[in-house]
């Protein structure tokens, strides 16, 4: 039915940049909202940043000035640019979207996730 793929994630030194991206493919009616959570060794699984369908954002206060989370909805994609990161950033990063497909009318899909490390 609904796939989500995420790429963009690696290795990066403090004060770096990366970007993150997922791109849903299956038989897509409307996706309405799509976020970014993220989860360290040993910590639950937190919320990065969310963005509607109308294009409203909320971010967790660790990341706000620093992450930016937009779409496209042309391409069913959700992205995130990370910038000044630092060690507190590493985890691993899931996007997740509220999709309604011919399979399903409302159901949420997350990526496979993506490691993102920040370490001199």
């Known amino acids: 039915q609904v796939q989500l793929v995420e790429s963009g994630g690696g290795l990066v030194q403090p004060g770096g940049s990366l970007r993150l991206s997922c791109a849903a493919s299956?038989?897509?009616?409307?996706?309405?909202?799509m976020g970014w959570y993220r989860q360290a060794p040993g910590k639950e699984r937190e919320l990065v940043a969310i963005?509607?369908?109308?294009?409203?954002?909320n971010y967790a206060d660790s990341v706000k000035g620093r992450f930016i989370i937009s779409r496209d909805n042309a391409k069913n994609t959700v992205y995130l640019q990370m910038n000044s990161l630092n060690a507190e950033d590493t985890a691993v990063y899931y996007c997740?979207?509220?999709?309604?497909?011919?399979?399903?009318?409302?159901?949420?899909?997350w990526g496979q996730g993506t490691q993102v490390t920040v370490s001199p």
């Open positions: 299956g038989s897509i009616f409307s996706i309405n909202a």
């Open positions: 997740n979207m509220n999709v309604a497909s011919t399979w399903s009318y409302r159901a949420n899909y």
């Open positions: 963005i509607t369908s109308g294009g409203s954002t």
